[in-house]
């Protein structure tokens, strides 16, 4: 099963990445710095490398218009103060 991370801080996004390296978890990771060549090369990633079973997300930089289908789960670590952020 693939999973989704979201958080609306980098920082948080920092210290799962640190986790997940760690525990020898690969993992990709968009946010708002991630240049928009390498967007589609992260999606694709994640959608097909069976060895790669997290995707770390900015709510912001990756909220919308990503096809993220490989995910089985969803986990919004810090909600925003937005409810149809979280929604979306």
Do not use: W
Not at 26 to 46: E, H, M, N, V
Not at 50 to 56: A, D, E, W
Not at 69 to 82: E, G, P, Q, R, T
């Amino acid at each position: 099963a693939k999973v989704l991370v979201y958080s609306q801080f980098v920082l948080m996004l920092d210290l799962i990445g640190e986790a997940l390296k760690r525990a020898n978890h690969k993992y990709c990771r968009l946010d708002g710095s991630t240049a928009a060549l390498d967007r589609q090369r992260l999606i694709d990633t994640f959608n097909t490398d069976p060895s790669v079973f997290v995707f770390l997300l900015s709510t912001h930089a990756g909220g919308l218009g990503l096809n993220l289908a490989a995910a089985s789960y969803v986990i919004i670590y810090d909600s925003d103060y937005n409810p149809q952020n979280d929604i979306q």
